[in-house]
């Protein structure tokens, strides 16, 4: 019974390991979606992602000189994304996400934003 119960637990952490790394393969590249105001829902721009394999995060907005580039670094965990860099402060914050088809939803203070793979 006991060797039942460690195999168990074993499979599970396997299952649940191998389903982050999934995520974490799906989520490498660069997405795209649109910026609305939280309480109008008026269009205000693009936000372009970027999460690469050695874990780094871009967020970009605007355009030419208006644009604005944030470097920071991610790591990911079940459903969410932590994330941190010179412009959170260095202070760690998180967000979640979860895959709608080929579309990435992310989720911050109860807002939710679609991004689409950029090809």
Request: proline share 1%; charged share 30%; hydrophobic share 30%.
């Amino acid at each position: 019974m006991k060797g039942k119960l460690i195999i168990l637990i074993v499979l599970t952490f396997l299952s649940c390991n191998s389903a982050t790394k999934d995520q974490e393969k799906r989520i490498i590249g660069n997405w795209v979606g649109d910026i609305k105001l939280p309480k109008t829902g008026k269009y205000i721009g693009k936000m372009y992602l970027q999460f690469t394999q050695k874990g780094e995060f871009f967020q970009k907005t605007g355009e030419g000189s208006e644009q604005v580039v944030s470097k920071m670094t991610y790591k990911l965990s079940k459903n969410k994304i932590f994330y941190k860099g010179k412009a959170t402060s260095n202070e760690e914050f998180d967000s979640n996400y979860s895959f709608k088809g080929d579309t990435l939803v992310v989720e911050y203070e109860g807002e939710k934003a679609d991004y689409i793979r950029i090809k």
